[in-house]
């Protein structure tokens, strides 16, 4: 699919240094991160459709707020292994519970 649209904008705002070309490729660039935010779109396809390598993606992903998959699944990977611990932490020195076989 293809999408296109038009701002309506003053010329004025476009110049040597602020050209429209490199604001059109950033709008464009906004929008597929806002559409990964949006998990309409993975993350290699964004990478693709801009042309990036990973690390480069990931830059961009963390300067708008979106998290990596894999800092993502670290964050659980974390939670997950300190509720493990803590439910060690608060059996031990428990009674399991279960009944000692009789001989």
Do not use: C, Y
Request: aromatic share 6%; proline share 5%.
């Amino acid at each position: 699919m293809k999408l296109n649209f038009t701002l309506d904008l003053p010329d004025e705002l476009f110049d040597a240094q602020f050209p429209e070309a490199d604001f059109s490729a950033r709008v464009r660039e906004l929008a597929i991160l806002e559409l990964v935010r949006a998990r309409k779109i993975h993350e290699h396809e964004a990478k693709a459709m801009l042309g990036l390598e990973r690390w480069e993606l990931v830059e961009k992903m963390k300067a708008v707020g979106i998290a990596p998959t894999e800092e993502v699944f670290a964050g659980i990977q974390s939670e997950l292994k300190k509720a493990i611990e803590s439910k060690r932490a608060r059996g031990a020195g428990k009674p399991s519970g279960r009944a000692a076989p009789k001989r």
